[in-house]
T-cell receptor, first 108, second 116 residues
Framework: RKEVEQDPGPFNVPEGATVAFNCTYS??????FFWYRQDCRKEPKLLMSVYSSGNEDGRFTAQLNRASQYISLLIRDSKLSDSATYLCAVQGYQKVTFGTGTKLQVIP | GAVVSQHPSRVICKSGTSVKIECRSL??????MFWYRQFPKQSLMLMATSNEGSKATYEQGVEKDKFLINHASLTLSTLTVTSAHPEDSSFYIC????????????FGPGTRLTVL
């Protein structure tokens, strides 16, 4: 089993739609969780950290479920500019492991 | 704040040559830097963790004699790909963790290496 797994997609959604991504991780001792956004041929950029209590930043909501070992990202009111690959990342003591990413394409 | 630069951004070299990639934290000190590699349509794979003033810790399957890492100061880490081969062609990205900002990492813009 991979340490971090994501559905690669692509998710093709119309503008204004709500889309959700999930990510599962195998190491129950993982300490920190993140969602990154990566545009084509660019470096990843931190979108948000993920906490057990859930956190929201504008149209983006992230949730962590430690019992089931998954994290989620919800994007509301999708914009064309949201088109990118979304990587979940799980951190142990020091090392961060990334998922393969989920590609989102928002269609006009 | 928290800007990380990489140089060069793109390099094309002949098979058998060595290539050095620099990673710098421009406005913070980073006790730990990380080197990742990303092949097309694949995820970032951690190659090694670089701690200032000590030897790098390599991930399983990464040859330490081929990928030389030096972290000589709190703002600079270098990755040298020795005797590069076409299969080393990839996108190499570094990240740096500020010593006083918990677990957050900041990524450099990446270096695209093409070995002919």
């Amino acid at each position: 089993r991979k340490e971090v797994e994501q559905d690669p997609g692509p998710f093709n959604v119309p503008e204004g739609a709500t889309v959700a991504f999930n990510c599962t991780y195998s190491n129950s001792a993982s300490q920190s969780f993140f969602w990154y956004r990566q545009d084509c041929r660019k470096e990843p950029k931190l979108l948000m950290s993920v906490y057990s209590s859930g956190n929201e930043d504008g149209r983006f909501t992230a949730q962590l479920n430690r019992a089931s070992q998954y994290i989620s990202l919800l994007i509301r009111d999708s914009k064309l500019s949201d088109s990118a690959t979304y990587l979940c990342a799980v951190q142990g003591y020091q090392k961060v492991t990334f998922g393969t990413g989920t590609k989102l394409q928002v269609i006009p | 704040g928290a800007v990380v630069s990489q140089h060069p951004s793109r390099v094309i070299c002949k098979s058998g040559t060595s290539v050095k990639i620099e990673c710098r934290s421009l406005d913070f000190q980073a006790t730990t830097m990380f080197w990742y590699r990303q092949f097309p349509k694949q995820s970032l794979m951690l190659m090694a963790t670089s701690n200032e003033g000590s030897k790098a810790t390599y991930e399983q399957g990464v040859e330490k004699d081929k990928f030389l890492i030096n972290h000589a100061s709190l703002t600079l880490s270098t990755l040298t790909v020795t005797s590069a081969h076409p299969e080393d062609s990839s996108f190499y990205i570094c990240s740096a963790r500020p010593y006083n900002r918990g677990n957050e990492q900041f990524f450099g813009p990446g270096t695209r290496l093409t070995v002919l």
